[in-house]
C-alpha cells in the first residue's frame, strides 16, 4: 500500500492513484462491509480509467516513434515538415497524460512500442526498408522536442 495519502496521490500520479484505490476497494470487498455499493464493479472502473491513460500514452509514444522513423528513413521529403508537426502534436496530447508511474511503465515497453510502429512504417514505406532493429531513441527524446537532424 502506498504511504501518500490518497488525494496527494490523485495529483501527484492519476495512474498510481486509480491502481491503489482499485485494490483497496477489493480488500473493502472481501471484508463484506455492509455498505449498498457495487465495490467490485466501482474497483473495475477506476482500475480501468488508470489503464486507459497508459494506453493512450502508449498509442501517443509509437505514433511519435513512427512519425520520427518516417522522418529519417522515408525518401518523401516534402512530408518531414508534416511529420514534425504531427509530433509536435502528439507530444502535446501525451504531456497531458504523463504521470511518472505512466511515465515509468513506458520506458520499459519502450520496444514493444517501437515493434508496432515499425510495422506500420514497413507497410508505408515497403517492406525493404532499412529501419533500426532496436529503438534509436530514448524516452526523453521522444517526449522532448528532439528531432533527427536538428
Not at 521522444?142 to 528531432?147: F, N, S, V
Request: hydrophobic residues 40%.
Amino acid at each position: 500500500m502506498s504511504t501518500a495519502r490518497p488525494e496527494l496521490l490523485y495529483e501527484a500520479d492519476f495512474y498510481a492513484w486509480t491502481q491503489e484505490q482499485a485494490k483497496e476497494l477489493r480488500r473493502l470487498a472481501r471484508t463484506r462491509s455492509n455498505v449498498p455499493l457495487d465495490l467490485p464493479h466501482i474497483a473495475g472502473e477506476i482500475q480501468d480509467l488508470g489503464k486507459s491513460e497508459y494506453e493512450a500514452g502508449f498509442s501517443l509514444t509509437q505514433r511519435i516513434i513512427e512519425h520520427l522513423l518516417l522522418v529519417e528513413h522515408s525518401p518523401a521529403r516534402d512530408q518531414r515538415l508534416h511529420w514534425a508537426d504531427e509530433i509536435d502534436d502528439f507530444r502535446d496530447a501525451i504531456d497531458r497524460k504523463l504521470s511518472p508511474s505512466i511515465r515509468r511503465r513506458l520506458k520499459r515497453e519502450l520496444d514493444a512500442a517501437f515493434a508496432r510502429a515499425c510495422r506500420r512504417v514497413r507497410r508505408k514505406l515497403g517492406a525493404a526498408a532499412r529501419l533500426p532493429a532496436q529503438c534509436p531513441y530514448t524516452l526523453e527524446q521522444l517526449l522532448g522536442d528532439w528531432l533527427p537532424g536538428h
